[in-house]
């Protein structure tokens, strides 16, 4: 990957470790409406993703034919948050509370495995030339499907920062 995704992946994890460590377990798990994600459920879906995204790239790379799809621009569907995208079963969160701690360990852990795997690739240039199914867009380039990390991270800290307001508001 170039330095500006790997800048990127690692300037938005640090914004969304900063939004949710001063958190309480309780505001982490407090729900504002039965039909709406904790804070802690936007999060365990961001590592869900991270993860789903990890085994998607994979396999992708594994395909010997070159399956080279055009760009997409997701980050203008990925950041407007007016645009609601259903997630997909298998990166929907678990129902039962998270600590503040566990999420930011499972946080550590899955980027961890993205940069090793990352860095396992010898012609990085690979993830260009070949795509995968996405659930949102449809045939991606693989890079893109790197971008998309922290694209769906920084959509999600938008969405943190309004529960927390909305959370002060109810205190």
């Known amino acids: 990957m170039n330095e500006i995704v790997n800048d990127k992946l690692y300037e ?22 039965p039909n709406k994600w904790s804070i802690a459920q936007v999060v365990h879906h961001l590592v869900l993703t991270e993860e789903a ?3 998607a790239i994979a396999w992708g790379l594994k395909e010997n034919v070159s399956t080279k799809k055009e760009r997409k621009e997701i980050q203008l569907i990925l950041l407007d948050r007016r645009k609601k995208i259903k997630a997909p079963q298998i990166v929907e969160p678990y129902a039962e509370p998270f600590e503040v701690l566990q999420i930011l360990d499972l946080l550590n852990e899955t980027r961890k495995r993205l940069i090793a795997f990352l860095n396992t690739l010898e012609d990085k240039s690979t993830l260009a030339d070949k795509s995968m199914y996405h659930p949102a867009f449809g045939e991606l380039p693989l890079d893109q499907w790197v971008e998309h990390i922290y694209l769906h991270e920084q959509r999600h800290i938008e969405q943190i920062k309004e529960l927390k307001f909305l959370l002060e508001i109810r205190q």
């Open 12 to 33: 938005t994890r640090k914004e969304l470790v900063k939004e949710i460590t001063e958190l309480s377990d309780a505001q982490f798990n407090t729900k504002l409406d």
């Open 53 to 55: 995204s990890i085994k």
